[in-house]
């Protein structure tokens, strides 16, 4: 690598807060006689449930209810794995007339709590449903099952030259449609937007059953409500998408990141804006990392990236990555910024680094990445996706760490660890607050509703990008407005008046 050198506590608005338990008391269990009708859409092997009719042991239902973090745990004791839409569509037929209620789930990768079931609600997995349908090379237009990896489509589309225009650390086994109903945001947004622009069409099935077909390939129809997004971000609240047509860009030509370390935190806006104004339409990401993270990923083999005597007191840095289609001309622009910086009057960075291959570039990437399992590896961890204005990323982060430390909860007994890592580019925070002896409602006191009031605070949103699930439905007012729920409420009741597709997520 070419190597490169030279708080205040908010007052809060005051609000409302609980975090109940939702009552399905409108809602059936699954019975033996639900099991054999089930039966009669799917395949033996496409059930799973631990009612004596089928007796699947109880740990092979385990990935189903249990979330990748362990934090929520599911009551679900059937579990189905249809492979087509038209099963989908019989079973939440059968399910709405007999008032079953339904979590749809993808990879499971999700971190609201938003694919677990509460009580007794049955899983409809759709792992199983993992063809792609059709891809254009011309104009870009792949078409999908919902369950189809995003990894895989990535390699599916690669000898083609084109990528997705999503990518996310848990690529590997989420799945495409539990990132649209989840609106996933992810490292590429910044150059090629959200999946509300990226999306052509979906197949849904609506929760009695109909399927609504608005698969379009079409890059342009005005042609009535574009009722497609209101399933991006549903969160399956408002029906089961089955089926996906998603634009994907063409893969770029040419592609460099640096690596910077920053003398202190004030330095990160400046930076970002002269960064954006001297790579202009190249630049593709601009991800941040506190000391505390970066720290972190070295304890756990992740680079290092720049040795100790650069790093110094550095306070946080800084990946840039660029996407163009000439070399030259992205290392030129690359260079010429890279001068800039070491030439200024203040300078804005103390060291960095440029990668000068491949193996160089994902090793780059890989600290960035690999930041969601190290936490993992510390402890159990309380994980807050929020949007606030860039300038206040650090006193969000300050600001929950002295709480803890004022509750005398912060030490190798209970919190050890508060860090904040994220997207620049669309001001998206990835707060973590690390257990490091495991979840305790004493911690979950004291971090809620105190977050989400430091966010409210400064005019932001409680969820950036992970969706709301179980986990912040309390929380939505922080970040709606009364009648911005009531509306969502009434479509709720338009769609689903039933309440039995994903009941207790999303709304309060």
Not at 153 to 159: F, G, H, N, Q, V
Not at 164 to 175: E, F, I, T
Not at 224 to 237: S, V
Not at 348 to 370: K, Y
Request: negative net charge.
């Amino acid at each position: 690598m070419l190597r490169l050198r030279h708080s205040i506590r908010p007052a809060f608005r005051s609000r409302r807060w609980a975090h109940n338990i939702p009552a399905f008391s409108h809602l059936n269990s699954v019975s033996e006689e639900d099991l054999a009708h089930f039966s009669s859409i799917l395949a033996p092997t496409s059930i799973l449930s631990t009612l004596p009719s089928i007796s699947t042991p109880a740990d092979d239902l385990a990935p189903y209810n249990v979330d990748w973090m362990g934090k929520y745990h599911g009551q679900a004791n059937s579990v189905l794995r249809p492979r087509t839409t038209q099963q989908v569509s019989e079973i939440v037929k059968y399910c709405a007339q007999r008032k079953i209620g339904i979590v749809p789930q993808g990879g499971n990768t999700g971190l609201v709590g938003g694919s677990i079931s509460l009580q007794k609600e049955i899983v409809l997995s759709l792992g199983a449903m993992n063809n792609v349908r059709s891809f254009d090379p011309v104009s870009g237009i792949l078409v999908a099952d919902a369950g189809c990896i995003l990894q895989s489509l990535s390699e599916y589309i690669a000898p083609h030259n084109h990528i997705m225009p999503l990518d996310l650390g848990a690529k590997g086994s989420c799945q495409i449609g539990g990132n649209i109903s989840t609106n996933a945001g992810g490292l590429r947004l910044l150059r090629y937007g959200s999946l509300h622009g990226t999306v052509l069409g979906l197949e849904v099935v609506l929760p009695d059953g109909t399927i609504l077909d608005q698969l379009s390939t079409l890059r342009k129809d005005n042609t009535g409500y574009d009722l497609k997004q209101l399933f991006i971000g549903g969160e399956g609240t408002l029906g089961i998408v089955t089926g996906v047509s998603i634009l994907t860009p063409p893969a770029p030509q040419a592609t460099n990141n640096i690596f910077l370390a920053l003398p202190r935190f004030d330095n990160v806006l400046p930076l970002f804006q002269t960064v954006k104004r001297q790579l202009g339409e190249i630049m593709s990401a601009f991800e941040y990392i506190d000391r505390t993270a970066y720290d972190m990923a070295l304890q756990h083999g992740l680079g290092p990236l720049l040795s100790a005597d650069e790093v110094g007191d550095s306070q946080c840095f800084v990946l840039v990555e660029t996407s163009g289609g000439n070399q030259d001309h992205d290392l030129e622009k690359l260079n010429n910024l890279l001068e800039n910086l070491l030439t200024a009057d203040e300078l804005l960075i103390n060291t960095g680094v440029l990668s000068q291959s491949p193996t160089q570039f994902n090793s780059i990437w890989a600290l960035r990445e690999g930041l969601t399992e190290c936490v993992q590896k510390e402890g159990k961890p309380y994980k807050y996706d929020v949007s606030v204005p860039l300038a206040d990323f650090q006193q969000v982060v300050n600001a929950v760490r002295e709480r803890m430390i004022s509750k005398g909860l912060y030490g190798d007994h209970a919190i050890s660890k508060v860090m904040g890592y994220g997207h620049v580019g669309d001001g998206n925070l990835h707060l973590n607050v690390i257990a490091k002896h495991g979840y305790r409602p004493e911690l979950e006191a004291a971090l809620e509703p105190f977050i989400y009031e430091i966010v409210a605070d400064r005019k932001g949103s409680v969820s950036a990008e992970h969706g709301i699930g179980s986990m912040k439905r309390d929380a939505l007012h922080y970040s709606k407005s009364d009648v911005s729920i009531d509306w969502m409420r009434k479509i709720k009741q338009v769609f689903d008046p039933l309440n039995i597709m994903n009941p207790g997520k999303v709304l309060p």
